[in-house]
């Protein structure tokens, strides 16, 4: 009886949690400030304690579950109302190195040590901090790199170049199956699918795990392979 208790109990937890998280917003846990990661753990503890200890009735955590996720919520939007309690919540930006100079107050306030911060500078792709202009500790702990002018990748626009828009390319099968909706979407119909697949060579449907229509209406086959690639390219 008391399993089927933790059972239920789980599957409301998990429900409220759910619910809650889309009251929240998503966000990557890299775009998460202090403040959310916490309000995060908090909840989910909550739910742990809520699906699993018998002793304290369930409205006591969810209760605090709702009031965080409320409370979340209510910041969120204050700070996008005020700018002096957005920065107040989750802190302002630091520049850690401008024009060739290190701060070093920063790198402090920052919690950063000079190594924390040159394998930063390496993992986005910086080996040499003389090619970065500005680097920048965001809100949220990422630090943005602006590299200097004759580091950065050519543009079309360096070259005096305007490339055509491009559009993302539709899903029109995927595992197998025709999706209609998307296929109307690209202006096409099964008939012009089915004269693309048989001048591709492709019988049956079974066989494709994804197919993609571009702006350029063409059609992109994958097919499903059972075997397997043992070779590690990336050794």
Known sequence: MEILKIVILSLVSETALFILAKLIGNRQLSQLSLFDYITGITIGSMAAQMATDTEIHYSRPLAGMIVYALVSVAISFITTKSVKFRRFVYGNSLILLDNGEIYKKNLKTAKLDINEFLLQCR????FNISDIQTAVLEANGKISFLPKSDKRPINPS????????????????????VLPENLRHTGNDEMWLQKELTSQKIDKLKDIFLATCDSNNRLSIYTIKDISNSHNFFD
């Open 123 to 126: 993992t986005s792709g910086f």
């Open 158 to 177: 360096d070259l005096n170049l305007k490339p055509e828009i491009e559009k993302v390319s539709v899903n029109v099968i995927m595992d197998g199956h």
